[in-house]
């Protein structure tokens, strides 16, 4: 327990120092005092008065990093730990109380969500809430291990995945037996006039026993025996998650695609896929694994290092299939239209046996190269069938498939790849979460996306909120105005083009006519329905950045497209000078990506 474990806290000092008030006659502020006084002993407040004085940093950090981490409090018993800080600065002076009261404050809210947040959430900390639900006396080790059995199979908080809960709790672990073994260092070399915290008795058994005993004072006694021992199934640590090295592999695709765990991969759709349980995601991604590091092997180069990258794309293209020659194409450095390298390619039904590379029409399709031959197949059909070797093994998971051509991921290998992207914190959502956020929220992801899961992605959004005029008018704002000075505005700009005006409720492309970004986007889609509409409306910066998307910015000889540009600004009012002013003011980032290597300078 941890009174005997940690001595001369001061805690007895403290609560004699309350004089008898109420509140040292109330268990949750006593247990609270407890907890206090030895966290804050254990990060080396200076205890020469007797007490740890709560030196300010260590109060913060106490509140919202050692309480969410190693201790569980009942509900209605959170307001305790805060009072008691600022009870024990009350016993100190220099004008303690008032600095600790400002961190108090300044620090409620991060405290309250900490310890509320399931993401702080240890093995210790969950069980100890679900004993408390069944009525368990956390403080009596035997009804902890008679009940604790009853909690096999106990469902975890939502959103939160066992992966998580071991990553947390290796982690709480390893902090807490670091801040045991230096306290015992510190107090050996300056020993304290208050006495030792911690006796070479209780470290001699090992400080991961010391740490296990304080687990258990401040979460459920003999928790931490029963979760290491009899019920060890119960909290499965860093060897059952073999895992963990895919999705670690699988975060540094995501790395370097977008430079931030925080931005989404599309959602995910596929039917059925994420219906699985957590533990068969688990044995999936085990499985998947298995295939990844055989894939590794010297039989499988030149790709089969590729794998993770492969699973990682299929998934950012939406979970759409993929074409095996197109893709060896690309990895042979092959030219490849990149309006074509995220198109879906159809599933053939039934299409088994070895691989064959597709006929020279069907490569011309898929690469956007009409000059191939069939010397261009056969130089093709050696990497194309290495890849597919690739595909293959994946596919014997029950993960991916691959038929003909095609392969791509079956709803459990979707589900199993967003499992391994959620465990190391990438946003990944399903499209039901993507069509809960906001409008500006989406447009700023989907920008970022192929055009497949963008396009099903702004359609679900839309029906979601049952296709109102609101509801359109909130997305065409957030496609333009909203999102007006964006670096990347062009292909904020694009995801008009997926929206099925045609069904739009003419009130809100009206509306948008007036937006300075997308109103002359808003024109043309009227126009197109037949519709009459005023283009007077239209902003003079709307109608240029129009011109701007039209223009060949990537391909093509640069002489086709000046003369593009040309053919544009003779039409402008004012000629070329007022249209590159106009471009230039609406979209300084991508008027300089489409214009400097014509040669036009910016203003």
């Known amino acids: ?27 949750a502020f006593r247990r609270a005092a407890e907890v206090v006084l030895g966290l804050l002993a254990l990060r ?20 919202v990093e050692d309480l969410p981490a190693f201790v569980h409090v009942a509900p209605g018993e959170l307001a305790a730990y805060p009072a008691v800080v600022e009870a024990l600065a009350g016993c100190f002076g220099g004008g303690l109380r008032e600095r600790v009261a400002a961190v108090v404050g300044e620090s409620a809210g991060d405290f309250e969500r900490a310890m509320g947040d ?22 009596d080790a035997e009804d902890v291990r008679r009940r604790i059995g009853a909690l096999d199979g106990a469902p975890l908080p939502d959103g939160v995945l066992r992966a998580d809960l071991m990553g947390r709790t290796a982690l709480a672990d390893t902090v807490l037996a670091e801040a045991v073994a230096r306290a015992y260092v510190r107090d050996a070399e300056e020993p304290p ?18 740490a296990a005993a304080l687990l258990d004072r401040w979460t459920a006694a003999g928790l931490a025996e029963q979760l290491t021992g009899a019920y060890a199934r119960f909290a499965p640590g860093p060897d059952d998650f073999p895992h963990l090295v895919l999705a670690d592999a699988l975060l540094d695709e995501h ?15 596929a039917a059925g896929a994420g219906s699985a349980g957590a533990g068969d995601a688990e044995r999936d991604a085990d499985a998947l ?22 699973l990682y794309a299929l998934y950012q293209r939406g979970c759409a299939a993929d074409s095996i020659a197109r893709r060896a194409a690309e990895y042979e450095d092959w030219t490849v239209d990149p309006a074509l390298e995220d198109v879906p390619v159809t599933v053939p039904e039934g299409v088994t ?45 029950g993960l991916v498939l691959r038929a003909g051509d095609a392969f791509g991921l079956t709803p459990r290998g979707a589900a199993t790849v967003r499992y391994l992207l959620r465990v190391r914190g990438v946003a990944a959502p399903t499209a039901a979460e993507a069509a809960a956020w906001s409008a500006p929220e989406l447009v700023a992801a989907a920008a970022r996306w192929p055009q497949a899961p963008a396009a099903h992605a702004l359609a679900d959004w839309l029906h979601a909120r049952g296709d109102t005029a609101e509801a359109w008018s909130e997305l065409l704002a957030a496609l333009g105005t909203v999102h007006a000075h964006a670096s990347e505005g062009a292909d904020v700009r694009a995801l008009f083009g997926l929206l099925d005006t045609a069904a739009a409720p003419p009130g809100a492309l009206r509306e948008a006519l007036r937006d300075p970004v997308t109103g002359a986007y808003a024109l043309h889609a009227l126009r197109a329905r037949g519709e009459e509409a005023d283009p007077v409306q239209v902003p003079v910066s709307a109608r240029a950045l129009l011109v701007l998307d039209r223009l060949p910015g990537k391909k093509g000889p640069l002489e086709s497209r000046r003369a593009a540009f040309d053919a544009a600004a003779a039409d402008w009012p004012g000629g070329s000078a ?26």
């Open 1 to 27: 327990m941890a009174e005997t474990v940690l001595t001369n806290t001061g805690l007895d000092q403290f609560l004699a120092r309350l004089d008898g008030g109420a509140e040292t006659r109330d268990p």
């Open 289 to 310: 694994l298995a295939a990844v590091e055989e894939l590794a092997e010297e039989e499988y180069e030149p790709y089969g290092g590729e794998a993770p990258h492969l």
């Open 255 to 269: 790395m370097d695609y977008h430079g931030d765990p925080g931005i989404a991969v599309p959602p995910l759709r």
């Open 193 to 210: 006039a208050a006495g030792p915290l911690l006796s070479d008795h209780a470290v001699a058994a090992g400080v991961g026993r010391v």
């Open 118 to 139: 399931p993401g702080n959430l240890t093995w210790y900390r969950w069980y100890a809430s679900l004993l408390r639900t069944m009525g368990t006396d956390l403080g």
């Open 353 to 397: 046996g070895a691989y064959v590379t597709p006929p020279v029409p069907e490569l011309v399709r898929l690469l956007g190269s009409a000059g191939l031959g069939e010397d261009d197949r056969a130089r093709l059909e050696g990497p194309a069938r290495e890849l597919a070797a690739v595909a293959d093994r994946l596919a014997a998971t």
């Open 578 to 603: 007022a249209l590159v002013r106009a471009m230039a003011g609406a979209d300084p980032h991508g008027a300089a990506r489409v214009l400097g290597p014509l040669g036009i300078s910016l203003p």
């Open 44 to 63: 080396g407040a200076d205890r020469k008065s007797g007490m740890p004085e709560p030196e300010p940093a260590l109060v913060r950090r106490l509140l």
